[in-house]
């Protein structure tokens, strides 16, 4: 039996609006909702992020306690075709590492932080 499974990761955010920007600007993605309370960005017609305002709940309740600080023990990993270019749309406020290779897995890699902390890694050649 083969199990078909595509990730949605779902983070819950502060400012949609401007979190949607951020990932669109450094992935080079699009949005495919738009609006202040939830948007999926894709990129080549691939959802790769769904974002959601951490106090609105809908038909599902609130994701989260807004006291509590966001992205907490969380990294959400991209792995991207081309490191060089995604590292340059990058804003060197955001990064937390340099580009550099990451022994273990035998990649490169830069860390940066979103606009509600949540640690993103871009891992590539």
């Known amino acids: 039996m083969t199990l078909s ?6 983070l819950a955010v502060r400012d949609v609006e401007k979190s949607s920007a951020w990932y669109r600007g450094v992935l ?21 992020l769904q974002l959601h305002q951490l106090e ?12 509590v600080p966001l992205g907490n023990g969380v990294a959400v990993w991209f792995e991207v075709d081309d490191l060089d270019a ?12 340099g580009v550099h290779t990451n022994p ?17 890694v871009l891992a590539g050649k």
């Open 28 to 48: 080079g993605g699009v949005s495919a909702h738009g609006g202040p309370e939830y948007e999926r960005v894709t990129v080549d017609g691939e959802l790769i």
């Open 86 to 97: 995604v590292a340059g749309r990058a804003d060197a406020g955001d990064v937390r590492t």
């Open 104 to 120: 273990n897995a035998g990649h490169r890699e830069l860390w940066l932080r979103d606009p509600d902390g949540y640690l993103v």
């Open 5 to 10: 499974v595509r990730p949605q990761p779902l």
């Open 56 to 67: 609105v709940g809908h038909h599902h309740g609130v994701f989260g306690d807004p006291e």
